[in-house]
């Protein structure tokens, strides 16, 4: 058994694929048609057959209750890896990325947290 596919709840799919793919520089995968919505994946460049993460349409009231409430008290959604958080923080803020929690050393670990524009909070982090 393996981890394939993931998703991350967003408030509008082409937006969330724009922050996602130009901001984060993940790829576009998948992208099929599903009626008002689409099976809409990305991927990391450096993993093009890794993981996918979904970009799931948060239209369900729980998935909306279920962001907002994650958001509210400060917890990201996801997390993904960095080889150095300060390194990918300065480069998202550069392009305009909003960050709710700057770079922190943890010990073995150091994270830093983002608004992904789409309704969640994601955290980086870089293990040492």
């Given at each position: 058994?393996?981890?394939?596919?993931?998703?991350?709840?967003?408030?509008?799919?082409?937006?969330?694929?724009?922050?996602?793919?130009?901001?984060?520089?993940?790829?576009?995968?998948?992208?099929?048609?599903?009626?008002?919505?689409?099976?809409?994946?990305?991927?990391?460049?450096?993993?093009?057959?890794?993981?996918?993460?979904?970009?799931?349409?948060?239209?369900?009231?729980?998935?909306?209750?279920?962001?907002?409430?994650?958001?509210?008290?400060?917890?990201?959604?996801?997390?993904?890896?960095?080889?150095?958080?300060?390194?990918?923080?300065?480069?998202?803020?550069?392009?305009?990325?909003?960050?709710?929690?700057?770079?922190?050393?943890?010990?073995?670990?150091?994270?830093?947290?983002f608004d992904d524009t789409c309704g969640n909070l994601i955290q980086i982090a870089q293990y040492k």
């Amino acid at each position: 058994m393996r981890i394939n596919l993931t998703s991350v709840y967003v408030d509008d799919q082409e937006k969330a694929l724009r922050f996602y793919t130009d901001m984060l520089g993940f790829v576009k995968k998948t992208d099929v048609p599903t009626g008002e919505h689409r099976w809409l994946t990305v991927v990391s460049p450096e993993a093009p057959d890794g993981v996918e993460l979904l970009l799931e349409p948060d239209a369900h009231p729980a998935a909306k209750a279920f962001k907002e409430a994650l958001a509210g008290d400060g917890i990201p959604l996801t997390q993904f890896a960095v080889d150095d958080v300060a390194a990918e923080h300065d480069r998202l803020r550069g392009l305009g990325v909003l960050f709710t929690q700057e770079p922190v050393d943890m010990g073995p670990v150091a994270t830093a947290v983002f608004d992904d524009t789409c309704g969640n909070l994601i955290q980086i982090a870089q293990y040492k």
